[in-house]
């Protein structure tokens, strides 16, 4: 499918286990990046990604790692899942223009008991 | 760092009326962009409007319309002839010229919509 998919859209995880979200884009998108959205915050910003092997942080680094090695692929990993870290994620992609619009994926919301 | 602050948490409108939800942000830039974005409840992220900093004239989208006030930095909606449709969260974002494309988004505004 054309656009910006994410997996798993549900996922429940433990304490202290490991779990990584996907997200997927076909229009070669220079950037990428990771939201999470909490109530009353809005959207905040995780990591970001410029470019395959280009990554910096944002607002909210913190448990979490990325990696690009592939301009369409942008995974987002939770070395060790707090409580805290339960939300709704959000990736999204935009292309270098004077319009900066992005484009974003349905979400995976995320439960860590 | 730049904030961008909607004050009402929630709005609700009369179907066929006109309501405008706020948002004020903070920047010492003068070269930036602002979006409104819209999320039903299915959760996907959808682009309302957008503005450039440097045009003067407000944009306007059908129904949808922002009063951009730069020196007060201010950069309202104004959805007209309200439908049961329009029922969603609103969320208002800034974004910097040539600063990696990010984004800076407000609280949300939960905008209900009576029949």
């Known amino acids: 499918d054309a656009g910006i998919t994410q997996s798993p859209r549900y996922k429940i995880t433990e304490t202290g286990r490991q779990v990584t979200l996907m997200c997927h884009q076909t229009w070669s998108h220079s950037y990428m990046f990771w939201y999470r959205q909490d109530l009353g915050h809005g959207l905040r910003l995780i990591y970001y990604?410029?470019?395959?092997?280009?990554?910096d942080k944002g607002e909210v680094p913190d448990g979490y790692v990325v990696s690009r090695s592939k301009t369409e692929n942008f995974p987002l990993t939770l070395e060790s899942a707090t409580r805290s870290q339960t939300s709704v994620y959000f990736c999204?992609?935009?292309?270098?223009?004077?319009?900066?619009?992005?484009?974003f994926g349905p979400g995976t919301r995320l439960t860590v008991t | 760092a730049q904030t961008v602050t909607q004050s009402q948490p929630e709005m609700s409108v009369q179907e066929a009326e006109t309501v405008t939800l706020s948002c004020t942000y903070d920047t010492s830039e003068s070269d930036y962009y602002l979006f409104w974005y819209k999320q039903p409840p299915s959760r996907q992220m959808i682009l309302v409007i957008r503005?450039?900093?440097?045009?003067?004239q407000n944009a306007t989208e059908n129904r949808f319309s922002v009063n951009f006030q730069k020196a007060a930095k201010s950069f309202s909606l104004k959805i007209s002839d309200s439908q049961l449709g329009d029922a969603a969260m609103y969320f208002c974002?800034?974004?910097?010229?040539?600063?990696?494309?990010?984004?800076?988004f407000g609280g949300g505004t939960r905008l209900m919509v009576k029949p």
């Open positions: 974002a800034w974004g910097e010229w040539d600063a990696g494309n990010m984004l800076t």
């Open positions: 990604s410029a470019a395959a092997d280009i990554t």
């Open positions: 503005q450039e900093a440097y045009k003067q």
């Open positions: 999204a992609s935009s292309e270098r223009t004077s319009v900066y619009e992005q484009y």
